[in-house]
Structures are given as structure tokens and as C-alpha cells.
Nanobody
Framework: QVQLVESGGGLVQPGGSLRLSCAASGSIFRINTMGWYRQAPGKERELVATITSAGTISYADSVKGRFTISRDNAKNTVYLQMNSLKPEDTAVYYC??????????????WGQGTLVTVSS
């Protein structure tokens, strides 16, 4: 099975930046898709961005032009660079990975979440 560990959350002022990281570990043959989701207090979880093994990227409309997702395949790590942060970006951010294991089974894993707070 795949384990995911997120890091990089914290408190930032509006207009500031943060960079989130998510490192995957386990008996991974290939990580097919990695992505970031977020859940604000009292709100439903929503997709932020995804990136496939081929480099295909999708963003939520609310973050286009401000957030950038990337991955380092050698390190099994995905990043989310968040610029021009707004108070409405405040949420717990969760990393997700869908991977093929060496056993040829698949794993759809979630991290524990990292809190991003945007406030003056």
C-alpha cells in the first residue's frame, strides 16, 4: 500500500505564497495520478489540481493562474506552489495518489492533510 505525507502548510497573509509537498512511499511501481484536494471549515472537499504520470495537469477554476502543481517522479513527490493566496483558500489540503504497486495491484491513497490558513 502507498503512504502519503504532506507538509508545508501554515499561516500566511493574503497575497502571500506557500509551497506544499507530498511524498509517497511504499511498494510503488508507478504513480499514475497525484493531486491536491482541500476542505474548508463547513464546506465539502473539492479538487484543487491533479497531475498524471504523463504530465497532464488540471486545475480548479478558482486557483487557475495562482497555483502550480508539479511532480518529481524520481522522489515520488508532488508539489503545490500557491501564490496570491486569498482568505478563501484557507482549508486543510489533502494529497491523493493513485498508484500501481509492484504486486500489480492498485492503491488509491490519501495523506493526513496539512492546514493552510490565509489571514491578516
Amino acid at each position: 500500500q502507498v503512504q502519503l505525507v504532506e507538509s508545508g502548510g501554515g499561516l500566511v497573509q493574503p497575497g502571500g505564497s506557500l509551497r506544499l509537498s507530498c511524498a509517497a512511499s511504499g511498494s510503488i511501481f508507478r504513480i499514475n495520478t497525484m493531486g491536491w484536494y482541500r476542505q474548508a471549515p463547513g464546506k465539502e472537499r473539492e479538487l484543487v489540481a491533479t497531475i498524471t504520470s504523463a504530465g497532464t495537469i488540471s486545475y480548479a477554476d478558482s486557483v487557475k493562474g495562482r497555483f502550480t502543481i508539479s511532480r518529481d517522479n524520481a522522489k515520488n513527490t508532488v508539489y503545490l506552489q500557491m501564490n496570491s493566496l486569498k482568505p478563501e483558500d484557507t482549508a486543510v489540503y489533502y494529497c491523493n495518489a493513485e498508484a500501481t504497486l509492484w504486486s500489480r495491484s492498485t492503491s488509491d491513497a490519501w495523506g493526513q492533510g496539512t492546514l493552510v490558513t490565509v489571514s491578516s
